[in-house]
């Protein structure tokens, strides 16, 4: 009976997670999965609010650069865990995989830092 339910529970459809990091521009977008973050640094500057610096990995600095080149001028969505971190317009392309978030609101920061360093996106409780 033990291996009829590890049978049972292998033949289920493996559900997808979703980016951890999505940079959607059109129907374009950069998707990161955990293993592809390099580096997660949070900065608190008290009254200033906090920011964190998001590092992918350096394969990603050629995809990076060829998304935000053909969308200079255009606005578009970071997404982490499919939740809207912020909407970024494009001066000019970017040619490393690097996102830095601000905010005053110390709460949602620590919402974000917790969706992206968690083991899966899940919901997080509210503060």
């Given amino acids: 009976m033990r291996s009829l339910v590890l049978f049972a529970a292998l033949a289920l459809p493996a ?4 980016p951890r990091i999505s940079l959607i521009f059109g129907s374009d977008a950069l998707n ?44 578009g969505k970071l997404l ?20 830095v978030i601000s905010d005053t609101d110390i709460a949602r920061v620590d919402r974000l830092q917790a969706l992206l360093t968690g083991p899966r996106c899940a919901p997080v409780p509210e503060s």
Wanted: with cysteine.
């Fill in 32 to 75: 990161a999965a955990p293993e592809d973050i390099r580096l997660v640094r949070r900065v608190d500057e008290g009254e200033r609010g906090s920011a964190l610096i998001i590092r992918l990995s350096g394969s990603f600095d050629r995809l990076m650069s060829d998304l935000t080149s053909a969308h200079v001028g255009e606005t």
């Fill in 80 to 99: 982490i865990c499919n939740e809207l971190a912020v909407e970024p317009y494009l001066n000019a392309p970017i040619t490393e995989a690097l996102f």
């Fill in 15 to 18: 559900q997808a997670e979703v």
